[in-house]
């Protein structure tokens, strides 16, 4: 079966530290990822995916992801963590030969102090 | 606003009672989704549509549940006699045809069930 696990729930880094949020997929096909954020009462919105290609894709906001298909992950990075990236994350997996419904992680809570 | 709507953004309803959710995606996307969000959770896929038909539903989309898509525009949900189980936010969004296409959220419907 398609699941995707964000081991942490929560994320804490100072503002202008480098930050990672995780992601790990196990799917039977090839994998389609998303990353979404959600600001409180705001819907998800769309930073990043990844289809094919170069294994480092770059998204809105100045985040960027790195797809390890050996280790099956799909981390969310930004260099330097702004308070205003504070939000909840999730991420996502699609395969297309079991239909376009996206798989969602638990979600990740980011909180960058200032 | 171009985005994905949907309305009511909040219904509060006493158990037994049915409610009907709208939404109305993006104009030009052809494939809705409906998924449902609970506290600590991520969405969760419940259906989709490409144009007016229904091609997926997933098992956790009870004989209580139906959606449908007139005409390939907008698109309704409704929950009949509602239980306190139902009780979260169902998200809907759009997306065009395409295996990698990122779907586009509406900031969902909250329904609370008393």
């Known amino acids: 079966a398609q699941s995707v696990a964000q081991p942490e729930d929560q994320v804490n880094v100072a503002e202008g530290n480098p930050l990672t949020v995780k992601c790990t997929y196990s799917?039977?096909?090839?994998?389609?990822l998303f990353w979404y954020v959600q600001y409180p009462n705001r819907g998800l919105q769309f930073l990043l995916k990844y289809i094919t290609g170069d294994n480092l894709v770059k998204g809105s906001y100045g985040f960027e992801a790195e797809f390890n298909k050996s280790q099956t992950s799909f981390h969310l990075k930004k260099p330097s963590a702004l308070v205003s990236d504070s939000a909840l994350y999730f991420c996502?997996?699609?395969?297309?030969?079991?239909?376009?419904?996206?798989?969602f992680g638990k979600g990740t809570t980011l909180s960058v102090s200032s | 606003d171009t985005g994905v709507s949907q309305d009511p953004r909040h219904k509060i309803t006493k158990r037994g009672q049915n409610v009907t959710f709208r939404c109305d995606p993006i104009s030009e996307h052809n494939r809705l989704y409906w998924y449902r969000q609970t506290l600590g959770q991520g969405p969760e896929f419940l259906t989709y549509?490409?144009?007016?038909?229904?091609?997926?539903k997933s098992r956790l989309l009870s004989d209580r549940f139906s959606a449908e898509r007139p005409k390939g525009s907008f698109s309704t949900l409704e929950i009949q006699r509602t239980e306190q189980g139902d009780s979260a936010m169902y998200l809907c969004?759009?997306?065009?045809?395409?295996?990698?296409?990122?779907?586009?959220f509406g900031q969902g419907t909250r329904l609370t069930v008393v």
């Open positions: 799917v039977s096909g090839n994998p389609y």
């Open positions: 996502a997996v699609s395969v297309y030969q079991a239909g376009t419904a996206l798989i």
């Open positions: 969004a759009s997306s065009w045809t395409g295996e990698s296409t990122e779907a586009f």
């Open positions: 549509f490409q144009n007016e038909a229904q091609l997926e």
